[in-house]
């Protein structure tokens, strides 16, 4: 069954050497459950593709349906609701708010979506994620690893039924970035999360079920 | 969970941030610089309400320059209203060779008919009611006066030609005056002693009042039967009347020390526009992420609203109750000048906070957080995304609106308002210019200067904008106060010696005309130097142009209040040197008798007069015409006798009046006027020295709350300084510590930001005592018009006071940018 679809996305941007196409007629269908990776070299349109599939920015023509709703049809704040519900995210640079502990940066998302469970739910995932000694702590106080699993946390905290994770390895060493992306894939099987990945690294790649090659905004 | 938790969750971690901080002290300055003035404006206000029942000892008085006929009187008996009466005249009061000038009020049994009399048996000792009013033969000085002449109960004072012993010292009568201390000490005297001092001689300057008080209904009848009764020279004063101008000069006190506050709110606002805008720089990503994790517009924008809400009502209480401790210093500076304690102030300031809180957060910190609330969910992916650019309007429209609502919500009056705005913005671009020059100039000076200096001044050009934010409103606090403080004094210390050394010092009213002659040999036969004796009559204006002057509306106050008072009118042969015709011609011999007035140019356009205008007069009942034969520009501070009106000679030889004539005499021999009063008892004396004091000591007092009101001014300066630390403070840290990385140790690093502040501050010291300067010059020649050096010392406290002041502040501001060690910057960056 698709819980992502793209039909002939497209997305153009002007620029001081005139039009730009960063995205040029995609279309692609996921299924649930699915893990997919994007790769492609920098500049090929792989998180411009991403930020279009999350409804994070919208396209210039085309039609995305996620998780059943027509993205293309609906306005921001109603994209973000979307969000709220059915989607993860995670990035290269962790994107944790700095004012709040790690436990409150899971919490987030569940009270943005005005869920009861918040504090007992963000505390599960920050224990199976290994990190139930630290809730406590503040962004700055953590690794880089340490950062990433809060961000996998509060990804995996509101079980999304897509997760879109930008280059989750990118700010992290060989070795704490292939922690990192084993407890992705790990989370992702138990909870039967559809995983859309961009990514440089083919070893990562490798792990998803299916690979799809950008290339100067073509899909091949 | 709710926006308002998250809001009320981050903002106690925000703080260490610093723009939250800084938020809060400007909002705290801005408040408590405008409900610091609301309170005392309002405390004061207050007492006069309190006192408005008492303030004219009855609730009716009928008061006129001459004697009142006794019809009111029996109209009050037969009315079964009470009353009473009061003569007021001034003349000087002798305890042996020690002399005041005393303002004498004899007072008949029953007074005061409203209110209290207090005594006690010493100077400034503890009051106790006073059991009716003195006996024949007694007196009650007042505390000061008492003091000034050394005189105690027991002590015989010589009053013209009369002897009086002090039973009393008195303490308060509630028709002294409200609220403010009169200039000229009391006495209290039983009326029936008047006549023996014989002060009293036809045509003396002195006021006589009826009292009168009863049941409301009837005395509001019988005011009505005053109205229509009473002569046009006699006028009726009751509570209602007389409160609200005691009120409305202090409304318009009070608004020009909330006009100077305001420079304080303008300033401030500028630093929470600063604040606003780094709070916004830190926040997008914030924005854009819980964006991302699904919350809407509306949401973010409560996140960042209720954190400014919070900060905003922190703020105004903060304020506020720095306001009140303002105003209590304030009332300190002022000392002196109010009477009494004031009684404790109303809640209506604490409005003017929130609301001064609400228009400089709206105008300034609102327009950008809407823009924060704008970052799209994108920027997660692309830190080059932020929220599309404002319409220029909605970016500065607010800030416009909410400045132009607060300076007209302190004025209210739109002529004054476009002024205001004009004359501000002048001055702002006049002194941002030379600010922007100053802050260039600093660019060439880099090459011949050390490390540090170099690295100082590097930063004042990088950072021009800012700087010269700062520099102006550092200049503009430091000027106004070295104006204040060493220019104003300057200024006055030269306009006296600019005085001719036999310039009068004493001026003589009240001589009668049969003693002219007479007087006059005496003050020639002691060395004194005589000007002109001028005769002077008493006058009430009725009509211009045949027109009641109740009738026509003048275009001030001071055009109203010149054509209502009683004139003092005189008639003269020749002109004076001090005086300079402008229009028309003076009079001539064949002008003997004629009705013809020569007026001064202040008289003129105050009145809005022209030249061939008619002018009605009341002279104790005799009903005189003239018609407006020249116009005088009098030289005023040559001391000499001058008046308004001047109508041509035979006119009003008629009239009842006095003489008067001012001279110059040794002032340290004070037996010479001791001489003078008890030859001549009813001739007032009054020594100029001793009233240019008492008038330099109100002014004084009154200009060290002005002083004080701009101290918020240089506060202001201090927090956009902090403002735009707080906002430069990571760039700072990376430079310093790239700088330490690079070798250079800590106290170079240090020198060169206290030479960055050293600097701005010098620079605003300049710019102040330039500043001062030219408006000290301008003054001398166009007001005082007297030659005026500008005083060195002015660019020493502007330059030394300037640096240390911003250097100290600047340094407080970014030692913790020094302080912390180069590797963790570099770590985080």
């Known amino acids: 069954m698709s819980v992502l679809k793209a039909e002939n996305l497209t997305k153009k941007v002007t620029s001081p050497e005139g039009m730009l196409t960063i995205v040029d007629n995609v279309s692609l269908d996921i299924a649930a459950a699915e893990s997919v990776a994007i790769v492609g070299a920098s500049g090929a349109g792989k998180s411009t593709l991403l930020a279009l599939l999350a409804g994070l920015d919208t396209p210039s023509s085309g039609r995305i349906t996620l998780a059943g709703a027509d993205l293309t049809a609906l306005d921001e704040d109603g994209r973000a609701r979307l969000r709220a519900e059915r989607v993860g995210f995670v990035f290269q640079s962790f994107h944790l708010v700095p004012s709040l502990t790690a436990l409150e940066n899971v919490m987030l998302p569940l009270e943005l979506a005005a869920r009861r469970d918040a504090r007992a739910a963000a505390l599960e995932t920050l224990g199976r994620v290994g990190l139930a000694q630290r809730t406590g702590h503040y962004p700055r106080q953590l690794s880089g690893g340490e950062q990433q699993r809060v961000a996998i946390a509060r990804a995996f905290v509101t079980r999304p039924a897509v997760l879109f994770a930008d280059e989750p390895t990118g700010n992290l060493d060989t070795h704490t970035g292939e922690r990192i992306v084993s407890l992705l894939f790990d989370l992702n099987a138990q909870s039967h999360t559809t995983l859309v990945l961009v990514t440089h690294d083919r070893n990562v790649a490798a792990r998803c079920g299916r690979i799809l090659q950008m290339d100067s905004g073509l899909l091949r | 969970m709710n926006a308002f938790a998250i809001a009320l969750r981050t903002l106690l971690r925000e703080w260490k941030s610093g723009e939250l901080g800084v938020l809060v002290l400007a909002i705290t300055v801005a408040v408590a610089a405008l409900t610091g003035v609301g309170f005392l404006v309002d405390r004061i206000s207050i007492a006069v309400d309190n006192q408005a029942g008492e303030v004219l000892a009855a609730d009716l008085v009928l008061e006129s320059a001459q004697s009142i006929d006794d019809h009111a009187m029996r109209e009050a008996q037969s009315r079964g209203l009470q009353f009473s009466s009061k003569t007021g005249l001034l003349s000087v009061v002798f305890n042996g060779d020690a002399s005041q000038l005393t303002a004498l009020r004899a007072v008949s049994a029953g007074y005061p008919l409203r209110g209290k009399v207090t005594v006690s048996n010493e100077p400034f000792g503890a009051a106790t009611p006073a059991d009716g009013i003195p006996a024949r033969g007694e007196v009650w000085p007042e505390s000061r006066l008492a003091a000034a002449i050394g005189a105690s109960v027991g002590s015989e004072l010589s009053i013209g030609a009369g002897k ?41 300057r002195l006021t006589r009042s009826l009292l009168f008080a009863g049941p409301r209904d009837a005395v509001k009848s019988f005011a009505d039967w005053l109205k229509t009764h009473k002569k046009e020279s006699e006028r009726l ?18 608004r020009f020390l909330s006009l100077a506050s305001l420079v304080a709110v303008l300033l401030c606002s500028i630093a929470v526009a600063m604040a606003a805008r780094r709070y916004v720089q830190r926040h997008l990503d914030s924005v854009a992420l819980m964006k991302t994790l699904g919350a809407t517009r509306a949401f973010t924008l409560t996140v960042s609203l209720t954190q400014l809400i919070l900060v905003g009502v922190i703020a105004a209480v903060l304020g506020s109750v720095l306001g009140f401790g303002a105003q209590e210093w304030l009332v300190i500076a002022l000392k002196g000048l109010l009477k009494g304690d004031l009684p404790p102030p109303g809640l209506a300031p604490l409005g003017i906070g929130f609301l001064t809180a609400v228009a400089v957060l709206g105008g300034f910190a609102l327009p950008p957080l809407l823009q924060l609330s704008r970052t799209p969910a994108l920027r997660v992916l692309r830190r080059d995304v932020g929220p599309p650019a404002p319409l220029v309007i909605l970016a500065f429209g607010p800030a416009v609106l909410a400045i132009g609502f607060l300076i007209y919500w302190v004025l209210r009056d739109v002529g004054m308002f476009v002024a205001f705005v004009l004359g501000l913005a002048a001055f702002v671009v006049i002194v941002a210019g030379a600010g922007w020059l100053l802050v260039r100039l600093t660019k060439r000076l880099r090459g011949g200067v050390g490390v540090s200096w170099r690295y100082g001044l590097a930063n004042l050009g990088r950072r021009r904008t800012e700087s010269v934010v700062q520099l102006t409103a550092f200049a503009h606090g430091i000027m106004v106060l070295l104006l204040l403080a060493v220019v104003r004094n300057d200024l006055l210390n030269d306009w006296r010696r600019s005085l001719p050394a036999d310039t009068p010092n004493f001026f003589f009213i009240n001589i009668p005309p049969d003693q002219n002659q007479e007087f006059a040999q005496f ?19 009725t009509h211009i142009n045949g027109k009641p002057i109740d009738d026509i509306r003048f275009a001030t106050p001071r055009g109203k209040e010149f054509a209502n008072r009683d004139q003092n009118i005189t008639w003269a042969e020749t002109l004076g040197r001090d005086n300079e015709i402008t229009e028309g011609r003076w009079f001539t011999p064949a002008d003997t008798g004629k009705p013809l007035v020569s007026v001064s140019t202040e008289y003129m356009k105050e009145l809005n007069l022209k030249l061939g205008d008619t002018l009605q007069f009341d002279i104790a009942g005799d009903v005189r015409t003239a018609t407006i034969a020249s ?15 001047m109508f041509a000679p035979g006119l009003l030889e008629g009239a009842q009046g006095t003489w008067m004539t001012a001279a110059h005499m040794d002032a340290r021999n004070p037996k010479t006027i001791a001489d003078l009063v008890r030859r001549f008892p009813s001739v007032s004396v009054f020594n100029v020295d001793d009233l240019l004091r008492q008038v330099r000591s109100v002014i004084d007092k009154a200009l060290a709350a002005v002083q004080s009101v701009f101290l918020f001014t240089l506060m202001a300066g201090l927090v956009v300084l ?13 430079e310093s510590a790239m700088l330490r990385t690079l070798g250079a140790n800590r106290s170079t690093v240090l020198k060169g930001l206290l030479a960055e502040f050293a600097a701005l501050g010098v620079l605003s010291g300049t710019l102040a005592a330039a500043g001062a300067s030219i408006a000290g010059v301008y003054v001398a020649k166009r007001v005082l018009q007297i030659p005026y050096t500008p005083d060195p010392w002015v660019w020493f406290y502007g330059l030394v006071g300037g640096g240390l002041l911003v250097s100290l502040a600047g340094w407080l501001a970014t030692r913790s940018v020094v302080n912390q060690p180069p590797v963790l910057t570099l770590r985080s960056a």
């Not at chain 2, 007389?242 to 202090?250: G, R």
């Open chain 2, 164 to 204: 009086f012993r002090v039973s009393r010292i008195l303490v308060s009568r509630p028709d002294q005056g409200a609220t403010f201390v009169e200039l000229a000490p009391a006495l209290l005297m039983n009326d029936g002693d008047l006549a023996g001092t014989q002060l009293v001689q036809p045509g003396s």
């Open chain 2, 237 to 254: 004063l009751d509570v209602d009347e007389t409160a609200p101008q005691i009120k409305s000069a202090i409304d318009r006190s009070g």
């Open chain 2, 631 to 645: 116009v005088r520009k009098v030289k005023w501070d040559s001391f000499q006798p001058n008046f308004f009106l």
């Open chain 2, 523 to 541: 003050l020639k036969d002691r060395g004194a130097e005589r000007a002109r004796v001028l005769p002077m009559v008493r006058a009430r204006m």
């Open chain 2, 722 to 734: 902090i403002a735009a630390v707080q906002a430069s403070r990571e760039e700072r840290r990376f």
